[in-house]
């Protein structure tokens, strides 16, 4: 049988542009009609033969083409720029323009030095583009030198000579200077102003661009859609949401609703101003949304605390087919961070390897904080070791990381080392490793860092850094001088440094300093159930029994509610959240029938259950039922049901853990033969083999 041949359509052949008529003046030709490398060859060749490429005119179109218009084609402008004899300030202007807006600010900024070097007298339009490669590589000095030129040629009271020096200014960290030659300026047209905003938005002078706007507004000066996002952006930053809300009313009065970038600052203030839902409304609103949109709202969800709806519309962002970048990626792994959702974060992680993402310090940071967070220390070490630039806030991370999850020994390693690299520790940093001192007993090295802030670093001690004193001799049992220590403190001490000593007088069973503590605590805020339950505690270990009770009843009497605690894991992907005494949870029968058969299984090897820790509305007979219900324990026998044996178990937990769940699951992971980390609010819990990372000091 004769085959039959499939004739196919021939592919079009892309035209190349022919000269069949050179214009007298090609401008147009060389500017509008030459596309490509080719193109330019093919002119070029035409100007030598016609000796147009004598004409500087002609010869400035052609240099325009190849060093600003063309893609990849600036060494081939560079040698037509050789060529030229005698090159004028116009031929220099285009290829320090080119040289700046390519990439390659530091030629461009030696080119000028080499005009200078040839005499070759500058304009007001060389002076801009120079300005712009020194505000490109923040190049200070040469930047001044080329004011102090712009000084010396007579032009600056050049409108558009100013708007660049005071962009590059600001851009090179010197706001004020920038400012002197704003108010300097004879006329200020809204380019001046913007060059002002954004120079002050850079430096992060956010009430200075609502000073600065107010006294446009006073001024009558017209503003455009640039200050009106630099405006929302300080708003933002500054909480001032009724700046904010006045800006969104003129953007509706005024119809200019259709401009992504300006509607994405919108949503982005609201949602830093504390309106999330606002900027939600805002969001679905949109008619398009890029990946800035989809960030300023995930990103507002995380600073709200709502990590499980950031979350939420990451996955929608996902489906929608938007790229995430490095913003978006930041703020989903601290979404992950605080909910203790591991896997999504791998994912992530695992995305940024996929997509050879940069793993710049910012990201860097991100995954080291989201690993420590999730009690994953070794893989927060991993990544630290990986990165090529770290700052004081990489370190930090990894420093509090460490120390939140009981490696203090190693924390401080850290700490030291990244003093041996020149990086000098912020006081942040400080907090890392005191805390550090504090899980690894080290009551003498606490000591002497805490001197060594203020007199190697002329950091001035916070309250935080007291109170991590308090807990550093709290928990060494020095419980008289931690006393003294906040007696003697030179800033008032707050309810959370007194309720330090108030934990450590409960592990180490001191009633009158623990009394004390507590009339302080009460006489600085409300009084908090977690603070009556210690001292009820404390009561009870000395065996004063019916103090204790009598402080429970005037917990009932006086409606002090405890905080009901929340337990969240993460399964395939999803967070799944637990109550004490969930009974809206789906799989609610399945969960109790799992954690009696797991009470049962641990009492056999010597859990006895704990009926100080049972809700306070509990009956005597109900009390063992309901310490049984806590929403870790819940999750725990979840997650043993729904898991192979030997996987890790991973909870985050809204309150400290009480002293029943912690027996418990020590049994639990020594049973079941699981790892179980839990994290509480103050710390991590690495549950193995019978014992706990904390050694029973929590």
């Given amino acids: 049988m004769p085959s039959t041949l499939t004739v196919f359509p021939a592919k079009p052949i892309t035209s190349i542009t022919t000269i069949s008529q050179f214009p007298e003046n090609p401008k147009t030709l060389i500017l509008q009609k030459c596309k490509t490398s080719k193109d330019l060859n093919q002119i070029h060749a035409h100007l030598i033969k016609t000796r147009l490429i004598h004409n500087p005119a002609v010869t400035e179109n052609l240099l325009e083409s190849a060093a600003i218009l063309l893609p990849n084609t600036m060494d081939y402008a560079l040698s037509i720029f050789r060529d030229i004899g005698e090159p004028d300030s116009s ?18 900024i030696f080119l000028f030095k080499k005009m200078l070097k040839a005499s070759v007298e500058p304009d007001k339009f060389t002076f801009p583009c120079v300005l712009k490669a020194c505000s490109r590589l923040r190049t200070l000095s040469e930047g001044e030198q080329v004011h102090a030129h712009i000084v010396k040629c007579g032009y600056g009271s050049s409108g558009f000579v100013e708007n660049t020096l005071i962009h590059m200014y600001a851009n090179c960290g010197r706001v004020e200077v920038a400012r002197r030659v704003f108010d300097g300026m004879s006329e200020r047209g809204v380019v001046a102003w913007n060059s002002m905003f954004s120079g002050y938005t850079r430096s992060g002078c956010w009430e200075e661009v609502v000073k600065l706007f107010r006294r446009m507004r006073e001024l009558g000066v017209g503003f455009d859609e640039v200050t009106m996002i630099s405006v929302l952006t300080s708003c933002g930053r500054l909480a001032d949401l009724e700046l ?7 953007i509706e009065e005024n119809g200019i609703k259709k401009s992504l970038a300006l509607m994405t600052s919108l949503v982005d203030m609201y949602a830093k101003c504390g309106k999330v839902d606002t900027a939600r409304r805002l969001f679905d609103q949109l008619d398009q949304r890029d990946v800035v ?59 940024i390897k996929k997509k050879k993402l940069k793993l710049t310090v910012t990201l860097g940071t991100a995954l080291i904080d989201f690993y420590a967070k999730c009690g994953s220390v070794d893989s927060s070490i991993e990544i630290f070791t990986k990165m090529t630039s770290k700052n004081v806030f990489t370190w ?37 490793a005191l805390a550090a001192c504090s899980h690894a007993g080290l009551v003498d090295e606490g000591r002497s860092l805490f001197v060594s802030m203020s007199k190697d670093f002329s950091i001035e001690p916070r309250i935080e850094h007291y109170g991590c004193m308090v807990d550093i001799l709290g928990r060494a049992g020095l419980i008289e001088e931690a006393y003294q220590f906040i007696k003697n403190m030179p800033i008032q001490p707050n309810a959370v440094v007194w309720r330090t000593l108030l934990a450590s007088c409960k592990a180490h069973k001191n009633v009158n300093i623990g009394e004390e503590s507590f009339r302080h605590i009460t006489g600085l805020e409300p009084p908090h159930s977690g603070d009556c339950i210690l001292l009820s505690n404390i009561y009870a270990s000395v065996g004063r029994c019916e103090d204790a009770l009598k402080v429970r009843y005037q917990m009932r009497e006086e409606r002090i509610k405890k905080t009901p605690g929340c337990s969240l894991i993460e399964l395939d992907g999803v967070v799944h959240e637990f109550l004490s005494q969930d009974d809206g949870h789906a799989h609610l029968k399945e969960i109790y029938g799992g954690v009696e058969d797991m009470i049962k299984r641990i009492k056999s090897a010597g859990y006895v259950p704990n009926p100080a820790d049972a809700r ?77 990372s904390c050694s029973d000091y929590w």
């Fill in 91 to 108: 031929a220099y202007n285009v290829m320090i323009r080119g040289l700046t807006y390519k990439q390659s600010p530091h030629e461009a």
């Fill in 396 to 432: 930090t991370a990894l420093i509090q990381g460490l120390a939140s999850n009981g490696q203090g020994k190693r924390a401080l390693e850290f700490f030291y080392l990244m003093q041996e690299k020149n990086i000098e520790p912020n006081d942040v940093t400080f907090i890392g």
């Fill in 616 to 692: 306070l509305d509990a009956e005597e007979d109900d009390k063992e039922a309901s310490v049984s219900h806590h929403s870790e324990k819940l999750a725990i026998a979840f997650c043993l049901i729904k898991t192979p044996p030997g996987t890790t178990i991973r909870i985050s937990k809204n309150l400290r853990v009480c002293t029943d769940c912690h027996n418990a699951t020590k049994i639990i992971s020594k049973v079941y033969n699981r790892e179980i980390v839990v994290r509480d609010r103050n710390r991590f819990h690495h549950f193995k083999e019978g014992l706990c």
């Fill in 244 to 250: 904010g809300q006045w800006i969104s009313e003129y």
């Fill in 293 to 351: 949109a989809w960030s300023a709202m995930i990103s507002g969800y995380c600073q709200a605390n709502r990590c499980r709806e950031a979350l939420d519309l990451f996955n929608e962002m996902q489906k929608a087919s938007v790229e995430p970048n490095e913003v978006t990626m930041v703020s989903v792994l601290y979404a992950c961070a605080i909910l203790g959702a591991l896997e999504t974060g791998k994912w992530v992680h695992f995305y």
